[in-house]
């Protein structure tokens, strides 16, 4: 069943995003909502969680849920675990984290170098679009979306 993600971006002439690794692709999210990167800390564990939550990390006495993207998209991990980043994001009260293989950089990408996504192996509803930057592809992911935020 192919799904094609809805592209928010028309409005807009340029967005900021974190590009990141997960498993073997490239993906990104808009800079926005982005409140910090963080080395991978001590995860802690919670019981009949759901498989994609890794569990919580204690950020400056605040407690964050931390997803597991890997698990949610049915990849594998990749890269060095001394790479390996919590990206840890705001949505008004919500503070949430997402672990990354690696975090490669901030680019600025134009809207009309951004496509819908119609995408096989992953609900193309958490997706914003496909965005070409030079000869790679970005995901660009809707966290709200992913984090339970937002309908689907």
């Known amino acids: 069943m192919n799904n094609t993600a809805e592209l928010d971006y028309e409005d807009e002439e340029e967005i ?4 990141f690794q997960l498993g073997k692709e490239e993906y ?7 409140q910090e990167i963080n080395r991978l800390l001590n995860i802690t ?3 009949r969680a759901d498989k994609n939550i ?3 990390v ?3 006495g605040n407690i964050i849920p931390v997803i597991n993207l890997h698990s949610k998209f049915n990849l594998e991990s990749a890269g060095e675990e001394d790479d390996k980043r919590i990206i840890v994001f705001q949505f008004d009260d919500v503070r949430a984290g997402i672990i990354v293989d690696e975090v490669s950089e901030v680019l600025r990408i ?3 170098d951004i496509e819908a996504a119609t995408y096989q192996s992953m609900d193309a509803t958490l997706l914003k679009g496909i965005a070409k930057v030079g000869e790679r ?3 660009l992911l809707d966290l709200q979306k992913i984090l339970g935020l937002e309908a689907v």
């Open 28 to 34: 990104a999210v808009d800079i926005l909502n982005v």
């Open 137 to 139: 592809l970005l995901i």
């Open 58 to 60: 204690n950020l400056r």
């Open 54 to 56: 890794e569990g919580v």
């Open 16 to 19: 900021q995003v974190v590009a």
């Open 110 to 112: 134009s809207s009309k």
């Open 45 to 47: 564990r919670i019981p």
